[in-house]
């Protein structure tokens, strides 16, 4: 893929005094999962803080790692919507559909979220590797509705390109959320309810 990214910036480079450059945008896509969640009147509320991305990750364009050095941001193929609330729609959606044990909503102002657990997830990867693979790494916490931590989990997923380009990355990013949301689900399982019902 590295071949095909630095190919594409020499074309870009060499077009740069075209007036109408195009620029392709990228939304994540869902899960797969058909079947819509609805809220049980046993779960207690889990609210999925906003997703921290690190600084060289939370710009509009896609990211791609060209050596164990260098990184670059695309300048032509961006996020339609800032990831940093794409992946924290995605993962409230995941984790509807893959536990039952809480009911994971969004921070709103409207929501009080006095007594209620938190979910709180940092990306320090999510970007191309010139291996030919996406990376999805950081750390993602629970804190209890007193405040109290229970638990930081740290992840790390490498997900072959099934072929090259930006699609394929946003593709295998999206894999690895599934991933991460999976890992998180299956901890919340396991998890002792404390929070008042709703």
Not at 141 to 163: R, T
């Given at each position: 893929m590295r071949k095909w990214l630095l190919l594409s910036a020499l074309a870009l480079t060499g077009c740069s005094s075209q007036p109408d450059v195009v620029s392709n945008t990228y939304l994540l896509p869902a899960s797969g999962q058909a079947a819509m969640a609805q809220a049980g009147t046993h779960q207690p509320l889990l609210v999925v803080r906003p997703v921290?991305?690190?600084?060289?990750?939370?710009g509009t364009g896609l990211v791609y790692q060209v050596s164990e050095t260098e990184i670059v941001q695309a300048q032509q193929n961006l996020w339609?919507?800032?990831?940093?609330?794409?992946?924290?729609?995605?993962?409230?959606?995941?984790?509807?559909?893959?536990?039952?044990t809480y009911w994971p909503?969004?921070?709103?102002?409207?929501?009080?979220?006095?007594g209620l657990?938190?979910?709180?997830?940092?990306i320090s990867q999510f970007n191309g590797h010139f291996t030919g693979v996406a990376k999805v790494s950081g750390e993602w916490?629970?804190?209890?509705?007193?405040?109290?931590?229970?638990?930081?989990?740290?992840?790390?997923?490498?997900?072959?390109?099934?072929?090259?380009?930006y699609d394929a990355q946003v593709k295998a990013l999206s894999e690895g959320v599934s991933r991460l949301t999976t890992q998180i689900a299956q901890r919340l399982a396991t998890m002792p309810v404390t929070a008042p019902l709703n």
């Open positions: 921290e991305m690190a600084e060289h990750l939370a339609a919507e800032s990831i940093g609330e794409q992946l924290t729609r995605r993962i409230n959606e995941d984790l509807r559909l893959k536990q039952t909503t969004e921070l709103t102002p409207a929501l009080a979220t006095t657990p938190r979910l709180q997830v940092k916490l629970i804190l209890d509705g007193k405040g109290e931590l229970q638990g930081v989990f740290p992840f790390k997923f490498q997900v072959p390109l099934e072929q090259e380009g």
